[in-house]
């Protein structure tokens, strides 16, 4: 075995073992919030920067996480 093949094996290994350990940190359990949401202010201008405020508001991301 040359040591070109070992190094290619190595970084299958780590590469596979790095993809898994993300994987598994990123799983998160669904839990949903306690008690009554939580009344927010977010101030927000209407320039396209930010429309992702809009959008969450408009689809219940932020009632889904506990605010109101």
Same mark, same amino acid.
């Given at each position: 075995?040359?040591? !070109?093949?070992?190094?290619?094996?190595?970084?299958?290994? #780590?590469?596979? /073992? %790095?993809?898994?350990?993300?994987? #598994?940190?990123?799983?998160?359990?669904? @839990? @949903?919030?306690?008690?009554?949401?939580? @009344?927010?202010? &977010?101030? !927000?201008?209407? /320039?396209?920067?930010?429309?992702? %405020?809009? &959008?969450?508001?408009?689809?219940?991301?932020?009632?889904?996480?506990?605010?109101?």
């Amino acid at each position: 075995m040359s040591i !070109y093949s070992i190094l290619i094996r190595f970084s299958v290994a #780590v590469s596979a /073992l %790095a993809i898994t350990i993300s994987l #598994v940190a990123c799983d998160r359990p669904d @839990k @949903k919030p306690g008690g009554p949401p939580e @009344k927010i202010t &977010v101030a !927000y201008a209407t /320039l396209p920067e930010t429309v992702l %405020a809009q &959008v969450a508001q408009s689809r219940g991301y932020y009632r889904e996480e506990g605010l109101e």
